[in-house]
């Protein structure tokens, strides 16, 4: 997993009743920087939550959330009255480069249930294992080191208002990988024993050292005054 900062939910509009919506509760990154296509998965996690109609919210237990002839509170996969479908749009920014931008079918990124997405009940929302999902994979063919990337994910139903049902923007930051961090961590530790190897070379050998340990280890003897008189 790489490092997920800066997770963000566009404002999505408010209502009474509260429309259809997902909403985001912990984002999970991957980027495998051992292959080399560099695939780049992002998971979210959450819950569906409101109601896409003007109606009585069903309970928690009512055998219609089993049912998946019955959409009502969840979302679909197509809609019926616009025959379009609930579409998920991607994009990845590295600084001012977009190297990932699509849009596809959200339903076929969902995770830990199939369309239509109902919601969870008597789900803590730290236990992501339970939760509605949606996860994007991509190869991105660049360790991308030491930038972030700026990753928005944006669901929109197929009605014809095409109504916003979620939207996160995260950044996340690569690793740099076992070597390239292993130098960073080694090279300033390596160029200190250098250059203190270096400060006592010169201090020993030079024309105005000494072998003598005290005036070796201390500036004894090299102050102006002490040249005069020498």
């Known amino acids: ?3 997920v900062t800066g997770v963000q939910t566009c404002a999505l ?10 909403v985001p509760y912990n984002v999970s990154a991957t980027f495998n920087t051992s292959d080399p296509n560099f695939p780049l998965n992002v998971t979210v996690y959450g819950n569906v939550s409101g109601l896409a109609t003007i109606q009585p919210y069903p309970a928690p237990d009512d055998p219609q959330w089993s049912n998946p002839n019955d959409t009502v509170g969840k979302i679909v996969d197509l809609s019926v009255s616009n ?12 600084l001012t480069y977009t190297p990932y931008q699509a849009a596809s079918r959200f339903c076929n990124s969902s995770v830990h249930g199939p369309c239509p997405l109902a919601p969870a009940f008597y789900v803590n929302r730290t236990d992501i294992a339970r939760l509605p999902a949606f ?11 030491f930038t972030s990337f700026c990753t928005t994910l944006r669901i929109t139903s197929g009605d014809a208002n095409a109504q916003e049902l979620a939207c996160v923007s995260a950044t996340i930051t690569p690793g ?55």
């Open 83 to 94: 025959n379009k479908y609930t579409t998920m749009f991607t994009k990845i920014n590295v």
């Open 13 to 22: 509009p408010i209502s009474s009743p509260q429309l259809l919506q997902f």
């Open 176 to 230: 740099l990988g076992g070597t390239l961090r292993n130098t960073l961590r080694y090279l300033p530790l390596a160029i200190l024993v250098v250059v203190g190897f270096a400060t006592i070379f010169a201090a020993i050998l030079s024309p105005w050292g000494s072998k003598d340990t005290f005036r070796w280890t201390s500036n004894y003897g090299r102050d102006e005054r002490s040249e005069e008189h020498t």
């Open 135 to 145: 996860s994007i994979a991509h190869e991105l063919g660049s360790s991308y080191a």
């Open 1 to 3: 997993d790489r490092d």
